[in-house]
């Protein structure tokens, strides 16, 4: 009788696309004896753009987890070992192969981006790459790798959930987990907060133990404590693609600001006639503004381009793909909205809620977070009045809205009290100097004034 031998296949950190080099693991969905299947998303890492979900190309069972959650990964890293009995399990083995040969074939195609699991469950081939020690990473048995996580290491938290824990003092080894394989999920931190705060008036619940800062910190990958000094977190994920993106806007783009007051008063009064005209379906004011933007940039379209600095030349954009600043736990992203040149201001409507939801949720694909060609931000969310925005580069220009407050405002010679806020538009003066951005935006502010203005461009 033959004895079936085990055979153990590497799965690295593959490509994620868009030009990503490296993820941060945030949750494992297998653990160390669990059976994968192929295509089975085993592990949530968070890139500078999203969330993602990665499947494994590979069937049996698992043999090693090489990083624990936290840890930030290059991609080519050792990610997973999977073991496949050889004589036992041909047809898994067999089948590693023919997804290792799909993901090639898609990769080749010029996807670059076939990875990501959102309705394909696809993933691209491990592939030979450098590995941050500089030493070549590919193909193998692992053997080179970090030890694999054994039943008593510790087990696998989100760094958001880390965090979370660490500012309300929360003792994660008191925390009863729920998620797979012992798992310290949210809702579980959210619940041992809940029991402190009951302490204080209901002496019959037992206290979650506060955490000891020492121990704490030294778990924690957002930062680690310095000996006489503060503490030293690191730029990760989307702060750290924030951060490099505002440095390159300002170092490269020589910005300009201007703004204007308006009178807000009549396209309130527009979005009330435009819900109660599609009952149950609420059209936000961003979805004004952004129509708005669309036939501005109509009107402007020097406005809607880049700065090609290697070849000194403007890109002037046919198309417009609307970004606009969304806040996420995770941090400031710029969903984009295709060819909202295209829509209606109901279409609009649909698709930013839309995308605030995914973002939110954290699942927002790559190719959403790019391609941009002009960014709105709505941070009169937050209860002010103004700002001098970055441009988000590449783009051009960029518009923000205030909050909208009771201000005394003469009308018609008259004073009167009405719903006014601030824009600002700040615009790269490479592309146009300030007659077209002055009369961009004086556009804007008169749509908003009179939003009966914009049947003239329908």
Known sequence: MTTATLQEQLFRLPDLGEGLAEAEIVEWKVAVGDTVTIDQIVIEVETAKAAVE?????AGTVLRLHAEAGTALAVGEPLITVGAAVA?????????????ERYREEEQAGSGNVLIGYGTGHGPAPRRRRGRTGGATGGGTGTEAAQPLGPHAPRVISPLVRRMAREHGIDLAAVAPSGPAGVVLRRDVEQALARVRR???????????PAQPSADLALAPQGRPAADGPQRIPLRGVRR????????????????TTWVDVDATGLLQAKKALEAAEPGRRIGLLALLA?????????????????DTERREILRFNEVHLGFAAQTERGLVVPVVRDAHLMTTVQLALELARLTELARAGSLPPDRLTGGTFTLNNYGVFGVDGSTPIIN???AALLGAGRIVDKPWVVDGALAVRKVMQLSFSFDHRVCDGGVAGGFLRY??????RPAILLADA
């Open 54 to 58: 990665v499947p494994v190309p590979y």
């Open 88 to 100: 036992g399990e041909a047809e898994g083995t067999a089948g590693g192969s023919v997804a290792e």
């Open 199 to 209: 302490t204080a008036t209901d002496p019959e619940v037992a206290p979650v133990a």
């Open 241 to 256: 693609a924030v951060a490099d993106k505002l440095s390159r806007s300002r170092t490269e783009i020589p910005d300009a």
């Open 291 to 307: 129509r708005i933007c669309v036939a501005g940039l109509r009107r402007f379209p020097e406005l809607n381009s880049t700065v």
């Open 393 to 395: 580069h590449p783009e």
């Open 444 to 449: 804007v502010a008169d749509c908003v004034e």
